[in-house]
T-cell receptor, first 115, second 109 residues
Framework: DADVTQTPRNRITKTGKRIMLECSQTKGHDRMYWYRQDPGLGLRLIYYSFDVKDINKGEISDGYSVSRQAQAKFSLSLESAIPNQTALYFC??????????????FGPGTRLTVL | GDSVTQMEGPVTLSEEAFLTINCTYTATGYPSLFWYVQYPGEGLQLLLKATKADDKGSNKGFEATYRKETTSFHLEKGSVQVSDSAVYFCALTHYQLIWGAGTKLIIKP
């Protein structure tokens, strides 16, 4: 079984709809991250959480919110989806033990299309 | 601020060719450097990393050396295979993980 899972894997929605992307991990890691990937732009950090009570904005948090329901679960919400939020979204985890050398472990991604 | 610049792709090579994907960075102090790989339809996974100057990271036949004097961390492989076709991301971590834009590699049989 995959260590980091994301649901759904693909989603098509309409402008103005509320969308939730879910991430679960069985790695026992404290740190979790949400990224979006756009062609030619690499990955950009949306939000990150170092533990259940610690949530921080990343580079591009506007239009997004998150919830860390448990150590193993980290959800990303788009309150009112817009077309320029069409992208590939990745969840990642890291153990937090390596400091700045921490390796991140990625889920398979969710492809979101906003019409 | 900190940044990572990678060569633009796609890079197209024949099987068994020598591979270099350039990566340069801008950062104060001593960041750690990473190469991640994304195979088609999958998430990213760590390929190799180096945590201090002159360190060489290696994995699956790929190598990269942390060159502080040239602020570079170029990825190399002596003989590529079709299965190496993927998108390769260079990244650095200092206070947070900073990603390059990715380089798509296509290997033809």
């Amino acid at each position: 079984d995959a260590d980091v899972t994301q649901t759904p894997r693909n989603r098509i929605t309409k402008t103005g709809k509320r969308i939730m992307l879910e991430c679960s991990q069985t790695k026992g890691h404290d740190r979790m991250y949400w990224y979006r990937q756009d062609p030619g732009l690499g990955l950009r950090l949306i939000y990150y959480s170092f533990d259940v009570k610690d949530i921080n904005k990343g580079e591009i948090s506007d239009g997004y919110s998150v919830s860390r329901q448990a150590q193993a679960k980290f959800s990303l919400s788009l309150e009112s989806a817009i077309p320029n939020q069409t992208a590939l979204y990745f969840c990642a985890t890291s153990p937090g033990t390596g400091g700045i050398t921490d390796t991140q472990y990625f889920g398979p991604g969710t492809r979101l299309t906003v019409l | 601020g900190d940044s990572v610049t990678q060569m633009e792709g796609p890079v197209t090579l024949s099987e068994e060719a020598f591979l270099t994907i350039n990566c340069t960075y801008t950062a104060t102090g001593y960041p750690s450097l990473f190469w991640y790989v994304q195979y088609p339809g999958e998430g990213l996974q760590l390929l190799l990393k180096a945590t201090k100057a002159d360190d060489k990271g290696s994995n699956k036949g790929f190598e990269a050396t942390y060159r502080k004097e040239t602020t570079s961390f170029h990825l190399e492989k002596g003989s590529v295979q079709v299965s190496d076709s993927a998108v390769y991301f260079c990244a650095l971590t200092h206070y947070q993980l900073i990603w390059g834009a990715g380089t798509k590699l296509i290997i033809k049989p």
